[in-house]
């Protein structure tokens, strides 16, 4: 197996100069460079990552602990940040947490004693020991998906990336509310998610703008998961007054949500419209195809990366968080009639609402679902638009 030296004697260079251009830890000139470059193609040099870790205390490596074995959302997210970290070079060590907060704290603790320059964590409902661990070893870090810090709390402690989630939550009630549904239903997460509070405040945030009255029996939570969602859904169809639309919290909960509806022989959207937060691969299959809230999942987990490797660079920056901008996918299980078939780029994203914000959408337009009439986005622009540029929040001064 070829050596540095024998790099350094074909290239006609000192072992140094080779050790410099491997670990750029030296500018090198250009035609040097390219020697040495050329000699280790020649005699088929692999550089030795864990020596060079030695001289660069970094190992080129990323640690990312998310659910991606029981949540398919996140197996999108995973491919984003493994796209991303190999075209800058890295290589990815990955642990299940399985959103259990002891877990989570141990996965982290094996991830930094592999020494990966930093990682990527999706925490749990209850992240104090994941965060205290952190924290004490200044271990770098991006929360993705799921916040910790909102900006109402003052500059966040970590840097954080994740979706938009009650602005679009808000738009799958108002749509709902637009075609007629009065009592309709939430299925939420599991207590604890940032996720799941936002997304209870858009739904709380849709009915207010409908002119709809908040019934709490008409709220339930199921915990993120397809057996939660099915025993909570089969609860909602128990009341006097059951709702005549459902809204669901992620792409688990919209299946245990349709085994509910099917054990009471109940048919989507002829006895119940429906429409889920997550549009996951197979949601264009179902009969009818479901009205979703697309998530850009790999665009949050090449962000992360991105994010991370911005604090690696420069770890005395305050922290920021990241929020990426969701895609109304009008389809029919709302209750709508078929759409046109469009490329992916001409869904209109869905960007924050509020005070200073901007709606696209030409002047004049009306949306079906708005009571009120008001201009706002139509559900599929006329032509292609392309997606919002992601927005910052809490960075501090």
């Given amino acids: 197996m070829p050596t540095m030296a024998d790099v350094a ?6 072992v140094a100069t080779v050790s410099h251009v491997l670990n750029d830890t030296r500018p090198v000139l250009p035609r040097t460079r390219q020697a040495v470059l050329d000699a280790m193609d020649v005699l088929g040099y692999t550089p030795n990552t864990l020596a060079r870790s030695l001289v660069t205390s970094r190992t080129r490596s990323i640690g990312l602990a998310v659910s991606a074995i029981s949540n398919p959302y996140f197996t999108e997210i995973l491919q984003g940040v493994e796209a991303a970290a190999l075209e800058e070079g890295y290589s990815l060590l990955i642990a299940d947490p399985h959103d259990d907060p002891a877990h989570e704290r141990t996965v982290v603790q094996l991830l930094h004693e592999r020494r990966v320059d930093g990682v990527i964590i999706a925490p749990s409902a209850d992240p104090g020991g994941l965060l205290a661990y952190l924290t004490r070893h200044r271990v770098p870090a991006v929360l993705l998906d799921r916040i910790v810090d909102a900006p109402a709390d003052g500059a966040p402690r970590f840097d954080q990336v994740c979706a938009e989630n009650a602005g679009p939550m808000a738009r799958l009630v108002t749509h709902l509310a637009g075609l007629g549904h009065r009592r309709i239903a ?10 799941t509070a936002e997304r209870i405040t858009g739904y709380r945030h849709g009915l207010a703008s409908a002119g709809l009255p908040h019934d709490e029996r008409l709220l339930v939570h199921g915990d993120s998961g397809s057996a939660g969602a099915e025993r909570a859904t089969a609860a909602l169809l128990s009341l006097g007054a059951p709702p005549t639309a459902l809204v669901t919290g992620n792409d688990a909960m919209t299946l245990g949500a349709l085994r509910a509806l099917r054990a009471h022989g109940l048919t989507v959207p002829d006895d119940m419209a429906l429409c889920c937060f997550d549009d996951f691969a197979w949601a264009d299959l179902f009969s009818p195809r479901l009205t979703a809230i697309a998530q850009p999942g790999r665009d949050i987990g090449a962000q992360a990366v991105r994010v991370l490797l911005e604090r690696l660079a420069a770890p005395g920056r305050p922290a920021r968080t990241v929020r990426l901008p969701c895609t109304f996918v009008h ?9 046109p078939e469009r490329p992916p780029r001409s869904r209109a994203p869905l960007v924050p609402s509020g005070p200073g914000v901007a709606r696209p959408g030409p002047p004049g337009a009306s949306d079906p679902s708005d009571p009120s009439g008001a201009p706002s986005t139509p559900s599929m622009p006329s032509e292609p638009s392309e997606p919002s540029e992601p927005s910052e929040e809490g960075t501090a001064p």
């Fill in 331 to 339: 389809r029919t299980s709302c209750g709508c009639a078929d759409q």
């Fill in 186 to 195: 939430l299925v939420a997460g599991l207590p604890g998610l940032s996720t």
């Fill in 9 to 14: 004697r074909h290239a006609g260079v000192s």
